[in-house]
């Protein structure tokens, strides 16, 4: 599966930003996939996960109400929507994926050292 990420920039406090991860390289539409993000001199962090088809959704604390994470499986891609940015929200945010069993039930996957594939990455910055 190779991931590539899109759709950061620069964007000013309360403002939104949509980004997109394509898939391909396997019949990925059954993997689980999740954004992460890290911030200079951070530890990598987890933003939302979906499983499959979307039905599930599981979201940190930090960005629930704020973002949205949904799937396209005819165009490969996933998104997340990211509205009412944060200053605090500005890092380097990564998309990720990994096998239907990674999710079991009641225990979303949060932690990323659970994840096979990964994007490079996009920049997201929050101005004040």
């Known amino acids: 599966v190779q991931l590539v990420e899109s759709g950061g920039g620069l964007v000013q406090a309360g403002g939104s930003l949509r980004l997109s991860c394509a898939a391909s390289?396997?019949?990925?539409?059954?993997?689980?996939m999740a954004w992460f993000r890290q911030a200079p001199g951070m530890e990598r962090q987890f933003v939302a996960v979906?499983?499959?088809?979307?039905?599930?959704?599981y979201y940190a604390d930090s960005v629930k109400g704020r973002f949205t994470i949904s799937r396209d499986n005819i165009k490969n891609t996933v998104y997340l929507q990211m509205d009412r940015l944060k200053p605090e929200d500005t890092a380097v945010y990564f998309c990720?994926?990994?096998?239907?069993?990674?999710?079991?039930?009641?225990?979303?996957?949060?932690?990323?050292?659970?994840?096979?594939?990964w994007g490079q990455g996009t920049q997201v910055t929050v101005s004040s």
């Open positions: 990720a994926a990994d096998f239907p069993g990674t999710w079991t039930e009641g225990h979303p996957p949060v932690n990323g050292a659970v994840y096979d594939y």
């Open positions: 390289g396997r019949p990925w539409n059954s993997y689980v």
């Open positions: 979906l499983n499959w088809n979307g039905g599930k959704t």
